[in-house]
């Protein structure tokens, strides 16, 4: 895939920023956030028309009347607007309203009969086409969908990476696996790749520091939800973010110009973060159950450390790492500090309750 071109000639830039509501709702929602996001500095105006939503009776878009709406917002502010399509059927209503590319959402590429249809119907048709990741965290069957794409002929082709779907508790509605986009770009390391900070982190609260953390790790871009009134929205209204508060938020942002893909180091680096923020994740797991065990000892009388159990769990993890050429050293003083930092929290939750009493 090396002779993609940018996605839309005017933002071969990077980064790319993609924003604008969860979901077309009215034409004054329509255009009053786009006039927002236009102003926030944004080029690519993002509205659901048709909404895949995962409880029926929930909200399900306005429908191909909202794709007039989208025509308003490029003839009247020159936004490049783009929309999710589902079906054949979409893709041809949405075409025909001359939106400038298409997204297939996550729950479409988790299903491949669903991606070939819409691959069928976009032969011969020049259109952007943004591939978001499968629900599950699967990069054949995300590059799978991609391929579809691009065999069908089409070369502006850029992939979003929105999160995984997950059973456990995790602070994200859906948990990001940095290391599958990071997949996806040493497979395909022309493919431009986008992070939707809004559907991983669910809540707007974490936008920024997702958007921010995509960017160092050297994503070429973000699609975020913005909203003129965000409580009030039909769908999606806890993650979504004014255009003020995205125009803030684009003005902090660290930008990063280099390209990581132009850059042997920067793809180690690229690799480095993920397992950094890995550990991180797994380190918040481990505090969380080790809290949980505070909880057990101080209803049972228990005390905190238990030497014997502290012991064998050095020993372990002294042997694993050798086995895995680690030094007994580094593991025993890492392992010390994560303990110690078990103990604090553990104590603090007895501080917690005799101040309770
Ligand atoms: C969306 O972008 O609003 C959307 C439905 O996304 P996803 O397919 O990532 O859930
Ligand atoms: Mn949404």
Redesign the pocket.
């Known amino acids: 895939m090396n002779d993609l071109r940018a996605l839309f000639e005017e933002c071969s830039a990077e980064p790319i920023i993609i924003a604008g509501p969860?979901?077309a709702e009215s034409r004054e929602q329509v255009l009053a956030t786009a006039r927002g996001v236009a102003d926030a500095g944004v080029k690519i105006y993002?509205a659901?028309v048709w909404?895949?939503r995962t409880k029926p009776g929930s909200f399900e878009g306005r429908g191909a009347e909202a794709l007039a709406w989208l025509h308003e917002v490029k003839e009247s502010l020159g936004l490049k607007v783009v929309t999710?399509v589902a079906t054949p059927e979409h893709l041809d209503e949405a075409l025909c309203a001359g939106v400038d590319g298409v997204?297939?959402?996550?729950?479409?590429?988790t299903n491949p009969f669903a991606t070939q249809q819409i691959a069928d119907a976009l032969r011969g048709v020049d259109t952007a086409v943004i591939v978001?990741?499968p629900?599950i965290p699967d990069v054949d069957l995300w590059i799978g969908a991609i391929e579809r794409i691009y065999n069908s002929g089409v070369r502006r082709l850029a992939a979003?990476h929105?999160?995984f779907g997950t059973h456990e508790t995790t602070p994200y509605r859906?948990a990001p696996h940095w290391s599958v986009p990071i997949e996806l770009h040493r497979r395909i390391p022309t493919l431009t790749i986008l992070s939707?900070p809004?559907?991983i982190g669910g809540r707007r609260d974490m936008v920024a520091q997702l958007a921010q953390q995509a960017l160092d790790i050297g994503f070429a871009g973000l699609?975020i939800?913005s909203h003129v009134q965000p409580d009030r929205a039909l769908?999606?209204a806890k993650q979504q973010v004014t255009p003020v508060a995205l125009g803030e938020m684009l003005s902090t942002l660290r930008m990063h110009r280099t390209p990581a893909t132009d850059d042997a180091l920067a793809d180690y680096r690229l690799h480095i973060d993920t397992i950094d923020s890995r550990i991180i994740e797994l380190l918040s797991e481990r505090m969380g159950v080790a809290c949980e065990i505070g909880e057990y000892k101080r209803e049972h009388g228990m005390a905190i450390v238990q030497h014997d159990r502290y012991n064998d769990l050095l020993l372990a993890a002294e042997a694993r790492a050798e086995m895995m050429s680690l030094s007994r050293t580094f593991i025993h003083q890492i392992f010390s500090a994560i303990h110690e930092e078990s103990v604090r929290q553990q104590i603090k939750i007895g501080e917690g309750s005799e101040k309770k009493v």
């Open positions: 969860c979901s993002r659901g909404k895949p999710e997204w297939i959402g996550a729950r479409t590429t978001k990741n629900v979003v929105r999160g859906n939707d809004s559907h699609m939800e769908s999606d």
